[in-house]
Each structure stands twice: as C-alpha cells, then as structure tokens.
C-alpha cells in the first residue's frame, strides 16, 4: 500500500511538473511575441545579430526596437533575476518604453531612461526604504538619426562598445539602474557619437560575460568578450553572431547556464 501511494504521488509531482514547464514555454512564446523580429530589425537597421538565449525558457534579458520620424531607438535590457520574475520585469520595461516613446516629442536617450525610472519606481513602488525590494533593469539605449548620422547612447549600469577602422571604444555606462538607487537619483547621461559608415556597435546584458567554463571553472569576463567582439568585427554580422554562439558553448562545456545571455549588434 505504502508502495501504491509512493508511485501515485510521483506520478502527480510528475504531471505537475510538465504542466509547469508547458506553462512557461506558453510564458515564452508570449515573451518572444512582445521583442522585435528580425524583420523589422532589418527595416529599420543596416544590418544586426541578436543572440538571445534565456536561462529558463523565460526571460529577464529583452531587446527592443522602435522608429519614428527619423529616429531609431534601439536597446537591450537586464532585469533583475531571471526565469518568472525576471521575465515580468522585462514585460513592465518593454510596455514603459512603449508608452514613453508614444508621446513622439524628439528623442533624446537619457531622457528615456529617467523617465523609465520613473515609471518602475512608482509601478514597484519604491520610496527609498531600506525594507523594500530593490527590483529594477540595468539597460543600454541607442537614438540613431541615419539621416544625420548621429547615435545618441545612455547606459544604466550597461555600456556601449563600438568598434571603428578595427579600434574598440567602450562609451561607459552610469552606474546606477533603472529603479531605486542607493544613492540620490540624478540624470543619465547623454552621449553623442558622430557615426561612420560600417562602424559596428554592440549592447549586450552581463550574462555572456559571466558564464562559467567547464575547463577553467572562471567567468569568460567582459575584457575577453570585448576582445572577441573586435576579433570578429571584420565579418558580417551573421557570421559574427556564429562565431560569438561558438565560442559561448565551446567555453560554457557541459557547464550549467547561469543566466540569460543576451548579445544585440548592429551596423551603421
């Protein structure tokens, strides 16, 4: 009897169980649905790669995309954690950055991001209270004017890397997120960048970075991914996006995954 029960019980935890993991590859289909596809990526940009591979069929990584009137908004965001609550985060920063950029006055990238700010303080409720939970996105965000060539960048907690004439130039990030500081909140900054024709430019989340190997069992690092990235920087974007997926799994081994890995480059 006891046995009956026993095989019973792992049944149900088993059912339970592949309900849940259909229940977040629904989550994840919905998730995918909300990021741009390559399709509009490609109206809207010379040319790009997006490498985007959740941890937990969900994700708290998320890429954007919009243009308006010449402009170009482009950006890739870190919520905190991964899975679920990492994933819904990023629903709430994608929905923002919808409703800040339907106002269509002239876009100016640190302006998005403290409005954004704005918009996740007051949805998570955060006052600055020691108790509360410190959710919040670190985000890299591009404004480029093709017709004038010019990128405007303002990074929370996430750099820029541009790579010209085979030099890398990394436009350095306020360090402080999208959400409650611990310090006073002041404006992000705003950068300006004359751009070129073929200069490539590259947003991406800590994940690729900090992966572990399975050789060396220490993180990959962000002076080696920059390091990679002008290694491959003379290739087309496509082929840079299989060099870079390479490389990731040839250096993660039969490691575990342990966060969200999200990589956006494009051409200008």
Not at 115 to 130: N, Y
Request: glycine share 8%.
């Amino acid at each position: 009897m006891i046995e009956e029960r026993g095989s019973f019980d792992t049944i149900m935890f088993l059912q339970a169980m592949d309900e849940h993991i259909s229940s977040l590859r629904y989550a994840g289909m919905i998730q995918q649905a909300l990021l741009p596809d390559s399709a509009l990526l490609s109206g809207i940009i010379k040319d790009h790669f997006v490498i985007y591979l959740p941890k937990d069929i969900v994700s708290g990584d998320f890429y954007y995309a919009y243009q308006n009137a010449g402009y170009t908004i482009l950006a890739a965001g870190d919520c905190t954690g991964h899975g679920v609550p990492g994933a819904l985060l990023s629903i709430l920063g994608i929905s923002f950055l919808n409703e800040i950029l339907q106002l269509r006055d002239i876009p100016r990238a640190n302006r998005i991001l403290n409005r954004m700010r704005e918009k996740i303080m007051v949805a998570l409720d955060q006052k600055g209270v020691e108790a509360e939970k410190k959710d919040s996105i670190d985000i890299g965000l591009c404004v480029y004017e093709p017709c004038r060539g010019v990128l405007q960048f303002s990074g929370a907690n996430r750099p820029l890397i541009m790579i010209r004439d085979g030099k890398l130039t990394e436009i350095r990030q306020d360090k402080m997120p999208i959400g409650i500081a611990p310090l006073e909140e002041v404006s992000f900054t705003n950068h300006r960048i004359e751009t070129r024709e073929g200069d490539h430019f590259y947003l991406f989340s800590d994940g690729y970075p900090d992966q572990f190997g399975e050789q060396t069992n220490k993180k990959f690092k962000t002076k080696n991914f920059r390091e990679l990235l002008l290694s491959v920087s003379g290739l087309g974007m496509e082929k840079q996006k299989e060099h870079l997926e390479n490389a990731f799994y040839d250096w993660k081994g039969k490691t575990m995954q342990i966060d969200d890995i999200l990589v956006l480059g494009f051409e200008t």
